[in-house]
């Protein structure tokens, strides 16, 4: 579920180092309230920095089973042409409007075997999608035509199995079939041309590594800006601040508020500055709770925050809320998580959840496998030889 960071409109290339992969949202909670910062002398950076990036790294390795589900909102905001560019082939009321909202309500079941490699994910509507006026706030109508699309995928290292529904406005399902497809090798991110698979760990990323080996929350983030700092013996550049520090205490719980300097540059050459801002809390085993990206300006690009809860000694998220900004502060964006209450960590999987008899399969429902180029039926539970798919083209 990767979105787009910055505006088209400048190119955000990293000075101090290149990142991928974030994802990014919501609203900072206000800590003001609750916390009195206090900036801590630039000789600890190193210690604290390591330490909050120990604890996270160590929590994220206990993870060797995950299942569960996941309730997801998403709100798409588009303006003028893009707005009817989305719209116009499933909308019924003319002219569409220059700005709309694009409301969905989805629930993902999951499920993660990390030595394995496998993934499993089950993506359904919770209600019909709506396309919402931006100015009027009125639900406009969908034409006949539009369908409501549900999905089963599963992921092993070799191949993925991609099962999709075709539903009528009245939920009645039209069509159902499965591809089988060979799957690059090495690949650990969704970035290739198969359709993507749901990672409950994407969730936790602050920080891509570069490299691509891991899906690490921090990436290896902290330890590139305290080598920098070591190496270049600089804690500025330009005047701000490189690394900036703060803690607090409220009752038992320690919290650190952590500044990145980030460079860029813009369409025009110019130099940016802005800021990775991150809170950190013991609550949450020292886990990222806030995030944010800001300009030199403080002006806020995107924020998310984390909630976390702990499930047999590993914290994992509860609820998540994050946003993306235009660079009119405008909203772009919004989507909220929500984990349900009964999570599975480290827990035995069924032999068949990353089997294709996980993908809720019906009698006479169409069976692809594009690795033997074989097409088959599904029926009574097996999978029936129809024709070779070669064969059928000639």
């Not at 496998?118 to 969908?142: E, F, M, S, V």
């Not at 800001?294 to 924020?303: G, M, N, P, W």
Request: aromatic letters at 10%.
């Amino acid at each position: 579920m990767n979105t787009k960071l910055i505006s088209t409109k400048s190119n955000w290339a990293l000075i101090i180092f290149l990142m991928s992969g974030f994802l990014a949202s919501p609203g900072i909670a206000d800590d003001n309230q609750q916390c009195k910062w206090t900036a801590v002398d630039q000789n600890s950076f190193a210690e604290i920095l390591t330490m909050i990036n120990n604890r996270i790294e160590e929590n994220y390795d206990r993870i060797k089973t995950w299942q569960g589900k996941v309730n997801i909102v998403i709100d798409i905001v588009s303006e003028s042409e893009n707005a009817k560019r989305l719209s116009e082939k499933i909308l019924v009321d003319e002219p569409v409007p220059n700005g709309i909202i694009d409301h969905q309500e989805l629930t993902n079941e999951f499920a993660l075997d990390v030595n394995k490699g496998l993934l499993y994910d089950n993506i359904y509507p919770d209600a019909k999608r709506n396309i919402i006026d931006a100015q009027t706030g009125k639900i406009l109508r969908l034409n006949e035509n539009a369908q409501i699309r549900s999905k089963k995928n599963i992921r092993t290292p070799d191949c993925q199995l991609t099962c999709r529904e075709y539903k009528n406005r009245e939920g009645v399902i039209v069509r159902r079939w499965v591809v089988k497809e060979k799957r690059p090798a090495g690949e650990l991110t969704n970035r290739d041309s198969l359709p993507p698979v749901f990672d409950p760990r994407e969730t936790m990323r602050i920080f891509g590594d570069i490299k691509r080996k891991s899906f690490a929350p921090l990436g290896g983030a902290f330890a590139k800006y305290l080598a920098f700092l070591d190496k270049k013996e600089r804690n500025s550049i330009d005047g701000f601040p490189t690394v900036v520090v703060k803690e607090c205490d409220v009752g038992n719980v320690k919290k650190y508020k952590i500044d990145l300097l980030g460079l860029s540059n813009d369409s025009d050459g110019s130099k940016i500055h802005f800021y990775y801002n991150l809170v950190c809390s013991s609550e949450a085993g020292f886990n990222v709770v806030s995030f944010s990206i800001t300009d030199e300006k403080k002006r806020v690009v995107e924020d998310k925050e984390l909630e976390y809860g702990l499930f047999d000694g590993v914290y994992l998220p509860k609820v998540i809320n994050q946003h993306q900004f235009k660079e009119d502060g405008k909203l772009e964006n919004e989507k909220r998580y929500t984990f349900n209450k009964d999570q599975k960590v480290n827990k035995p999987l069924s032999e068949e959840t990353f089997t294709y008899k996980n993908l809720a399969l019906k009698n006479g429902d169409q069976f692809i496998d594009k690795i033997a180029d074989k097409e088959y039926k599904y029926q009574d539970a097996n999978l029936v030889f129809i024709a070779d798919i070669n064969a059928t083209s000639k």
